[in-house]
């Protein structure tokens, strides 16, 4: 019996014209076509660009140039951020130790540029420094903050690992004795001179003296005199804001004030006056250092 692929002997049992034979063929063709398609798309989600390159070959048809662009995949970095002192008196300096790690295993990463950012409280963050890591994989800072800050350790991404941000460290900043006795004199400023009052509302000049070195942990007697016997002698050139200033008559104490410098004094003078800043009006004075 005469035959072609999915296709048998009409009824008649004569064998299709040529047109109708090349009709058939075509359909087949299409049908096929149509098929390998499905099956490339199949097997290029299942198996990639050569499963669906082999099956448009077996098919009879010119393999289709497929290009995959796979994403190179990026290990996970981590950064820690410490301070040897989390609490500093101004001026005084912290020493912050970052270390940066790549990948499950933690590895080391060295040489990579970080930089370190820092904010004040209500503020926003700055780049106050950028540096290379060590051979070792370590960064170290040391800021002296004026006043409470926060810092964090930034590394950028790279094309083998992600970019990464410490947690971030705060230094707190203290003010020192000294600054703790100034700010305690200007906050009295407008209080109103009494006698023997030694405040927060009320004071005499001791009485002022006595209260601010008081914040400042130090306890003063509450008179001139007494006060002249505290500390040490420093000279007018030597002498800092929170200095104990005497006022002498002979060799006798009769006034207390606290420096402020530039030549000038936080004072409660004498009555009907109200403390306040002052230029020194005297030259029979002494200054002593009490704390610091």
Known sequence: MYSTPGCTMPPS??????????????????????????LSG??????????????ATSAGLAPASITV????????????????RTTVVKGHSSQLTGVVTVGPARRRLAGATVKLLARSPGGKWRTVLTRKLTADGVFKAYPKPGRTRYYKLVVAASATRTAAVSKPVTITVRPTARQKIVAAAVSRIGKPYVYGASGPNAFDCSGLTAYAYRKAGVALPHSANGQKRYGRAVSKSAAKPGDLVVF??????????????NGYIYEAARPGTRVGRHRIWSSAIGFRRVVG
């Open 248 to 261: 002498y008559s002979g060799g006798y104490a009769y006034h207390a004030a606290i420096y402020a410098g």
């Open 69 to 84: 662009t796979v994403a190179p995949v990026r290990e996970t970095t981590a950064v820690t951020l410490r301070a040897s």
């Open 42 to 55: 199949s097997l290029v989600a299942a198996g990639g660009a050569q499963a669906a390159s082999a099956t």
């Open 13 to 38: 049992g004569r064998a299709p014209g040529t047109a109708t034979r090349r009709r058939r063929v075509q359909r087949f063709g299409a049908l096929a076509a149509a098929t390998c398609g499905v």
